[in-house]
């Protein structure tokens, strides 16, 4: 009881319903939110364009739809456990987390310049980077 009370003192753990814009500047001026934002801005550009054409692009390999449709798949299975298992690093890990950052936007980046840059009849290193 006696910690409950002095939690409601100091209003620390008590959620309100007021809208207060001394926060949303707080937020706006925090260098900490910007470095989030264009680090998820650097992680998106690369990846996204590459999992939204990701069957465009295998086709213009030259696979047939059976073959891109199956070479489709391991590049959303491995988005999907690389997110799942950076984001439980993140949660359960303090002293690395910039490091996992760094790599979560330069592996992306890595293959996006390995798919630009590659010769097209190289099926294989075209496939690495996508």
């Known amino acids: 009881m006696i910690l409950i009370q ?4 100091d209003n620390t753990g008590v959620e309100t319903k007021v ?3 001394e926060q949303i500047l707080e937020a706006l001026y925090d260098p900490k939110t910007w470095l989030l934002f264009f680090a998820i801005v650097a992680l998106q550009v690369p990846n996204g364009g590459l999992t939204t054409f990701n ?7 030259g696979f047939k739809p059976l073959e891109t449709s199956l ?8 988005s999907t456990i690389s997110g799942i298992t ?9 002293k690395y987390r910039l490091t996992m950052v ?6 992306p980046l890595l293959g996006a310049v390995l798919c630009y840059s590659l010769d097209r009849s190289n099926l294989a290193g075209q496939l690495i980077g996508l």
Not at 6 to 9: D, G, I, N, Q, V
Not at 55 to 61: M, P, Q, V, Y
Not at 86 to 94: D, K, P, Q, V, Y
Not at 102 to 107: G, R, S, W
């Open 6 to 9: 002095r939690k409601a003192s």
């Open 19 to 21: 809208f207060k814009k």
């Open 55 to 61: 069957t465009l692009i295998i086709s213009g390999l």
């Open 71 to 78: 070479l489709a798949m391991p590049p959303g299975a491995m």
């Open 86 to 94: 950076l984001s439980f690093l993140a949660a359960t890990t303090r």
């Open 102 to 107: 760094v790599t979560a936007i330069l592996l």
